[in-house]
């Protein structure tokens, strides 16, 4: 509830200032989202075969969500919307607030079907807006297709990662998702994991991590804090993918050591050691892990319970050479 005073030009105002109290009492009757409906405006943008199947736009599904990203009860009825937009395909529905899945499809020339997966993710609806206010966000949601690729090649330096080489995990924190990935496509060497993603701008940062098949040879690499606009186009990321290099780290042989990758903001996990820790009899102890080559975002923490020794804390340097030592 809100009440208002008037005030006049001769710096009287109506709160008993020599004249009588006069006042508007405004109340704001609030009920949640889920109870009411919102006519929701999906925009779809082209897909990685927009130039040769026709010109035709993706289309989307939309199902309930749990809030964990699974489909609830039946699939939601989305049809053609009376407003449109040059390069993007738009939808529309009308839902409840609360979270949703959503699901995007290609036009398959040689089946005359939209069959070929885009992939999606889990998005709330009416949608957080990007602080800038680019367009997106509330009932007006832009879907751009973002296909991600390493330019890395493999050890023999002549071949790229293909299909069977790597993997993409796309992670929404303010969506709480991983977003689904599509079918994998090859361009121009490359091969590209596309996701039809919810371009929020700063309303739904990302991250993206690159995970190779051969974990004795190469190494996970990360990519946060990740943003996507508004476009009717393609959007590409491209990250390497580097070689694992050991880490030799010797220590108090009573003091407890703890290797952390920060794989976000918010999220550290500590790594487990490739060669578990060995006592090498002059009261040290020493143990060998498997680290990113070029990466710069893990951190240690050396503690002694018997507090012989100050604990330390700090940022492990990149290191670009086969194999290197921490000695504290």
């Not at 609830?72 to 390069?87: L, M, N, Q, R």
């Not at 070929?116 to 832009?142: C, F, H, R, W």
């Not at 804090?225 to 993918?241: D, R, Y």
Request: proline share 3%; net charge negative; glycine share 10%.
């Amino acid at each position: 509830m809100y009440r208002f005073y008037a005030k006049d030009d001769f710096g009287g105002d109506s709160r008993g200032n020599g004249e009588e109290k006069t006042y508007w009492t405004l109340t704001l009757h609030v009920d949640k989202a889920e109870n009411l409906d919102f006519d929701v405006n999906f925009y779809i943008g082209r897909d990685q075969n927009y130039k040769t199947n026709g010109s035709k736009l993706p289309i989307i599904k939309l199902w309930k969500s749990d809030g964990k990203s699974n489909k609830v009860g039946d699939e939601i009825t989305v049809t053609d919307a009376e407003d449109t937009k040059s390069g993007y395909n738009c939808m529309k529905a009308t839902v409840k607030g609360g979270w949703y899945v959503y699901e995007g499809f290609g036009w398959n020339t040689e089946t005359e079907a939209y069959d070929i997966p885009l992939g999606g993710m889990q998005i709330k609806l009416p949608a957080d807006s990007n602080v800038d206010g680019a367009a997106a966000g509330g009932t007006e949601i832009y879907l751009s297709l973002l296909s991600i690729y390493t330019t890395s090649k493999m050890a023999d330096g002549k071949s790229y990662f293909g299909e069977k080489d790597f993997t993409v995990r796309v992670s929404c924190p303010i969506m709480q998702c991983d977003a689904v990935m599509g079918a994998p496509y090859t361009e121009r060497g490359y091969t590209y994991y596309p996701t039809l993603f919810y371009a929020g701008g700063n309303a739904c940062l990302f991250n993206v991590y690159y995970n190779p098949t051969d974990t004795e040879t190469y190494i996970f690499s990360q990519q946060i804090n990740q943003t996507l606009g508004a476009t009717s186009n393609v959007a590409t990321k491209s990250g390497k993918i580097e070689t694992a290099v050991q880490l030799t780290v010797t220590v108090p042989e009573t003091a407890d050591f703890g290797l952390y990758f920060q794989f976000n903001n918010f999220y550290t996990a500590q790594q487990k050691t490739l060669v578990d820790w060995k006592d090498n009899g002059d009261n040290t102890k020493t143990a060998v892990y498997a680290v990113s080559k070029k990466n710069g975002n893990y951190t240690w923490r050396l503690t002694d319970p018997s507090g012989q020794y100050v604990t330390k804390a700090y940022w492990l340097a990149e290191q670009h050479g086969e194999g290197y030592g921490l000695q504290l």
